[in-house]
């Protein structure tokens, strides 16, 4: 991998490797170092999924973390259910104490971006913002605003 960041100038902090629970792996010496490894090279590390399987807090133990990405499961529960909200206010403080930045994903409400802004999570992903777009349609939008 680092030959083709070197081979095609990509510069590491444009790339984003995403550990999620589903991969069910072990955080063997070998495992940690390959992450140190990339993370010492300027690409970002960030867990994602967070909170929906059995390994997490192992995760943010043992592993170089830089962001954790919360899932959209949580984010469905805003103004829903008030014992999640509270699970995901604890989520985001605990992200923020260990210097991670903090994703949500799957917010497609105005109720869910108040929640999370006012909660200290100020990066969302989610139809709210717009739904998945071609790399013409995004330039069109954003970048000529067209």
């Given at each position: 991998m680092f030959d083709l960041i070197d081979r095609f100038s990509i510069p590491p902090e444009d790339i984003e490797l995403e550990i999620t629970e589903a991969m069910e792996f072990t955080a063997s010496l070998a495992v940690i170092?390959?992450?140190s490894s990339c993370r010492d090279k300027g690409i970002q590390i960030s867990i994602d999924d967070f909170g929906t399987g059995y390994s997490t807090f192992?995760?943010?133990?043992?592993?170089?973390?830089?962001?954790?990405?919360i899932d959209k499961y949580f984010i469905d529960e805003i103004g829903v259910n008030e014992q999640t909200e509270a699970i995901l206010k604890s989520m985001i403080q605990l992200?923020?104490?260990?210097?991670?930045?903090?994703?949500?994903?799957?917010?497609?409400?105005?109720e869910q971006v108040q929640f999370l802004m006012d909660n200290g999570c100020s990066v969302i992903q989610g139809f709210?913002?717009?739904?998945?777009?071609s790399i013409s349609t995004f330039e069109e939008k954003y970048v000529r605003g067209e």
């Amino acid at each position: 991998m680092f030959d083709l960041i070197d081979r095609f100038s990509i510069p590491p902090e444009d790339i984003e490797l995403e550990i999620t629970e589903a991969m069910e792996f072990t955080a063997s010496l070998a495992v940690i170092q390959n992450l140190s490894s990339c993370r010492d090279k300027g690409i970002q590390i960030s867990i994602d999924d967070f909170g929906t399987g059995y390994s997490t807090f192992s995760y943010l133990k043992d592993f170089p973390v830089d962001k954790m990405k919360i899932d959209k499961y949580f984010i469905d529960e805003i103004g829903v259910n008030e014992q999640t909200e509270a699970i995901l206010k604890s989520m985001i403080q605990l992200a923020k104490n260990l210097g991670y930045s903090v994703v949500a994903e799957g917010v497609e409400t105005k109720e869910q971006v108040q929640f999370l802004m006012d909660n200290g999570c100020s990066v969302i992903q989610g139809f709210y913002i717009d739904r998945p777009l071609s790399i013409s349609t995004f330039e069109e939008k954003y970048v000529r605003g067209e």
